[in-house]
């Protein structure tokens, strides 16, 4: 949990800036680049409420990193992990020389969405953010816009599903609906990491996330 991990660096006395400036990513990835091996750029950080203007910083660190790596009339290899960006931003953010977007719904369930990402369904909504997300996929291409899952919070007690085949069928059924629409599911493991809301939560049987993983190939192949 970043911003209990970081309130508690601060506590302890700790001088670490979370932030990075453009300038000095461009200047990491150039590093790497040179190195010989890397060529996949993933960029993330965090939310703004105006989406907009978080876009524009977006925009600012890809210019910077395709300049310092020499590859200002290149595509990058990667994709940004933002917050849905209305059709407009998302048209200026693939100008800006990026391959691919995702747009985390971290849920599936539209009461459960409310719940563990509150944050989210105040300034987006579950629709705007699925609608951005099917009309990403006209611009970036069907397999480049991508949606993540923190899968098992779905179980958390008390309001989750009490059984893992009701959470599996939720979270199946709506990894297909985004496939049928051209979008990639895919799933980050939830852990009840100290400092966090659902610090005291039960985490599901490692069995869950088996079968959602073999559940999430099946359809990856059907689709």
Same mark, same amino acid.
């Given at each position: 949990n970043m911003n209990y991990n970081a309130q508690h660096q601060v506590e302890i006395?700790?001088?670490?800036k979370i932030g990075k400036m453009a300038k000095q990513v461009g200047e990491a990835a150039a590093a790497a680049f040179k190195e010989g091996n890397v060529r996949h750029v993933t960029?993330?950080?965090? /939310?703004?409420?105006n989406r907009t203007t978080e876009c524009n910083l977006y925009i600012k660190f890809l210019e910077e990193i395709r300049k310092q790596t020499? #590859?200002? #009339?290149d595509v990058l290899w990667g994709e940004v992990i933002s917050q849905a960006f209305?059709?407009?931003?998302?048209?200026?953010?693939?100008?800006?020389?990026?391959? /691919?977007?995702?747009?985390?719904?971290?849920?599936?369930?539209?009461?459960?969405? =409310?719940?563990?990402?509150?944050g989210k369904a105040r300034t987006v909504g579950r629709e705007n953010w699925l609608r951005c997300l099917r009309e990403a996929v006209g611009i970036f291409g069907r397999g480049n816009v991508c949606s993540s899952f923190v899968s098992g919070?779905?179980?958390a007690q008390p309001e989750g599903f009490k059984t893992m085949g009701e959470a599996l069928e939720s979270t199946l059924g709506g990894f297909e609906r985004l496939l049928q629409d051209g979008i990639v599911p895919r799933f980050n493991m939830w852990s009840?990491?100290?400092?966090? /809301?659902? /610090?005291?939560?039960?985490?599901?049987?490692? =069995?869950?996330?088996?079968?959602?993983?073999q559940g999430r190939h099946n359809l990856m192949l059907k689709y």
């Open positions: 006395g700790v001088d670490k960029i993330t950080g965090g /939310a703004l409420n020499g #590859h200002e #009339h209305e059709p407009e931003d998302a048209e200026r953010l693939k100008k800006a020389g990026i391959q /691919a977007v995702c747009w985390n719904l971290e849920v599936w369930d539209p009461k459960l969405f =409310e719940l563990i990402v509150p919070s779905e179980m009840n990491v100290v400092g966090s /809301a659902y /610090a005291d939560r039960q985490i599901p049987p490692t =069995e869950y996330w088996l079968r959602l993983g």
